[in-house]
């Protein structure tokens, strides 16, 4: 079976309640499984309000959590290296070399966060 890799923005919104990100998130998860980077984990955990706690544990807890191995941190890395950009994020390169190594789909709706060629994107509308 496939894997989709959530991007951080597509798990914000399905936590807010955003019918659009619900949605979203069925669709693309439907064949395929649902995962999301420790990265990911991190960036939920440091924009979370108190309120959200247990509903971000559920969530966390429904995907497949793929660690930073040390083959994802020389691609995320190589990514910043190779692209010429000044927006990149290391975070992003990190999620982006997850979705590489792990063979999955990479679903977000900052498409522009992610201008690697090797890798598929799944836009999220918002």
């Known amino acids: 079976m496939s894997k989709v890799l ?15 990100a619900r949605v979203f998130l069925r669709t693309v998860t439907h064949d395929a499984v649902p995962c999301c980077s ?10 979370m309000y108190p309120a959200e706690q247990e509903s971000t544990f559920t969530l966390i807890d429904a995907l497949l959590v ?9 691609l995320g890395g190589k990514f910043k290296r190779d692209i010429k950009s000044q ?8 999620i982006a070399a ?4 792990e063979g999955a789909s990479l ?6 966060d992610y201008p690697m060629d090797e890798i598929t994107i799944l836009p999220h509308r918002r």
């Open 6 to 20: 959530l991007d951080t923005d597509v798990l914000i919104d399905v936590l807010r309640g955003r019918e659009k």
């Open 38 to 47: 420790v990265i990911s984990v991190a960036e939920l955990w440091a924009g």
């Open 66 to 74: 793929i660690p930073v191995s040390r083959e994802i941190a020389e």
């Open 87 to 94: 927006n990149l994020e290391l975070a992003d390169c990190l």
């Open 98 to 101: 997850t979705a590489l190594v």
């Open 107 to 112: 679903a977000t709706g900052n498409i522009k």
